[in-house]
């Protein structure tokens, strides 16, 4: 099985950064992958079996990079083997997978590899000056002149021999602490080193699946302080639902830092997640998978309603009706549907209708929306529902006749629109309403 590992060097940090402290880091890559190992001032990642979960090589790579860079990590290297991402990030050279192995690593000088920059003097004598140099020895000779580690070294990063680490177990809850460079005298410029510390908290709580609701940021006075200032402060800040957003938990952090007054200069930091809350994954669609499952589409109906209630899961039922406002009809999804069969209207009809018509301005027997409106296409007469009644607000029953001539009108603005004319006694004027818009 190839494997793809990324290590990252913080002992060679950005310039006029915080010290980085390797556990943190080490802690904040379980986000990416479980199989994570610190030594020293390195951290290593293997991510072979992460990549589809974060979208592929590229997109993993992408991630990780962003992150070391905010964290303040300027050497990163990925390699097919450990050793040689440790020994291409010495060399600044980002990509281990460009070439093989042989012809990426026999260039490099021995100050590139732990187990064999040990033995430099005596290499450099026997003249060697490249881990080609030291690969053309012979292997009898150099076991019985150097310890066992060189070997094992040089065949672990040219793939030849398996490599293993004890993996860095997540820790149960977050406490990180950061040395800052220099010395801090206002609370909002505590949010650099700040910003570091929640970028580990971050990746620690993507790793647990929990959300944060609660952090502490304390800091420690520097040495030389005034006496009634304390050893140090801290602030606690609460979010209204658990999060992982680390951006949004800087800006609150920024919010509430804006408003203390430091008693003295602060030279360290210390974060800790004081309240989290696991995620509980739910499905963020009504309509489960019907295609996984094999569910019909009437039984993923019938979940939803079970889900949602009756009165919430409705279907359109077309009703015969010369009014448009009435043609469709909403009725719970298991009602019995009618046996008549509607017939299709002629006539243009709109897309959209307004529940309640808009009355329209006229301006010299001209209807107005949005500027003059053009008559296209009509009069269609509409009329009907003398048998339609509903009970009124006072307890009688009105009726829902309507008598309308309908035109197809153009908007210079608003395009081509649906409107009618109530037909009313000669001697009184008639109005003009807006019902509907064609897409």
């Known amino acids: 099985m190839s494997m793809h590992w990324a290590a990252l060097l913080t002992d060679v940090?950005?310039?006029?950064?915080?010290?980085?402290?390797?556990?943190?880091?080490?802690?904040?890559?379980?986000?990416?992958?479980?199989?994570?190992?610190?030594?020293?001032?390195?951290?290593?990642?293997?991510?072979?079996?992460?990549?589809?979960?974060?979208?592929?090589?590229?997109?993993?790579?992408?991630?990780?990079?962003?992150?070391?860079?905010?964290?303040?990590?300027?050497?990163?290297?990925?390699?097919?083997?450990?050793?040689?991402?440790?020994?291409?990030?010495?060399?600044?050279?980002?990509?281990?997978?460009?070439?093989?192995?042989?012809?990426?690593?026999?260039?490099?000088?021995?100050?590139?590899?732990?187990?064999?920059?040990?033995?430099?003097?005596?290499?450099?004598?026997?003249?060697?000056?490249?881990?080609?140099?030291?690969?053309?020895?012979?292997?009898?000779?150099?076991?019985?002149?150097?310890?066992?580690?060189?070997?094992?070294?040089?065949?672990?990063?040219?793939?030849?021999?398996?490599?293993?680490?004890?993996?860095?177990?997540?820790?149960?809850?977050?406490?990180?602490?950061?040395?800052?460079?220099?010395?801090?005298?206002?609370?909002?410029?505590?949010?650099?080193g700040a910003r570091r510390l929640l970028l580990q908290m971050g990746g620690w709580l993507a790793a647990r699946q929990c959300g944060v609701t609660a952090f502490t940021l304390h800091w420690g006075h520097d040495a030389m302080r005034a006496r009634d200032a304390g050893a140090g402060g801290e602030i606690t800040v609460r979010t209204a639902q658990p999060t992982q957003n680390v951006d949004h938990l800087c800006r609150l952090l920024g919010e509430n830092l804006a408003k203390v007054q430091l008693l003295a200069p602060a030279g360290e930091l210390v974060l800790s997640a004081t309240e989290i809350t696991p995620f509980i994954e739910t499905s963020r669609s009504l309509l489960p998978d019907a295609r996984a499952n094999g569910e019909a589409l009437n039984q993923v109906l019938e979940r939803i309603e079970a889900r949602l209630g009756k009165k919430r899961v409705l279907r359109p039922l077309l009703v015969e009706d010369t009014r448009m406002a009435w043609m469709a009809h909403w009725q719970p999804m298991n009602a019995k549907r009618s046996a008549t069969r509607a017939r299709q209207v002629s006539g243009p009809q709109p897309t959209w209708i307004l529940k309640n018509p808009l009355q329209l301005d006229v301006k010299g027997e001209?209807?107005?929306?949005?500027?003059?409106?053009?008559?296209?296409?009509?009069?269609?007469?509409?009329?009907?529902?003398?048998?339609?009644?509903?009970?009124?607000?006072?307890?009688?029953?009105?009726?829902?006749?309507?008598?309308?001539?309908?035109?197809?009108?153009?908007?210079?603005?608003?395009?081509?629109?649906?409107?009618?004319?109530?037909?009313?006694?000669?001697?009184?004027?008639?109005?003009?309403?807006?019902?509907?818009?064609?897409?």
Not at 390 to 409: C, I, K, M, P
Not at 411 to 422: N, P
Request: hydrophobic fraction near 45%.
């Open 13 to 192: 940090a950005c310039d006029s950064s915080p010290r980085i402290n390797p556990r943190g880091v080490a802690v904040w890559a379980l986000q990416f992958t479980p199989r994570v190992a610190q030594k020293g001032q390195t951290v290593w990642l293997e991510v072979a079996q992460s990549m589809r979960l974060f979208g592929g090589e590229d997109p993993l790579h992408q991630r990780v990079e962003t992150g070391a860079a905010e964290l303040g990590i300027k050497a990163l290297a990925w390699a097919p083997t450990s050793l040689a991402a440790l020994a291409c990030a010495r060399m600044g050279i980002r990509d281990g997978f460009a070439a093989p192995l042989s012809q990426l690593l026999d260039p490099l000088p021995i100050a590139s590899m732990d187990a064999v920059n040990a033995h430099q003097a005596t290499l450099a004598r026997l003249g060697c000056q490249t881990l080609a140099d030291v690969r053309k020895l012979p292997r009898g000779g150099i076991s019985r002149r150097f310890d066992n580690q060189l070997l094992l070294a040089l065949d672990q990063a040219y793939g030849l021999r398996p490599e293993c680490y004890p993996w860095v177990t997540l820790p149960d809850s977050f406490s990180a602490k950061l040395e800052l460079p220099g010395r801090v005298d206002t609370a909002p410029a505590l949010m650099f």
């Open 366 to 439: 001209c209807p107005l929306y949005q500027g003059p409106l053009q008559l296209l296409l009509g009069p269609e007469r509409i009329e009907g529902g003398w048998w339609h009644r509903v009970n009124d607000a006072e307890g009688g029953q009105q009726s829902l006749q309507v008598a309308r001539d309908y035109w197809v009108a153009l908007s210079q603005h608003a395009g081509v629109l649906w409107i009618f004319q109530q037909r009313l006694p000669r001697n009184e004027a008639a109005c003009w309403y807006l019902h509907g818009i064609f897409a």
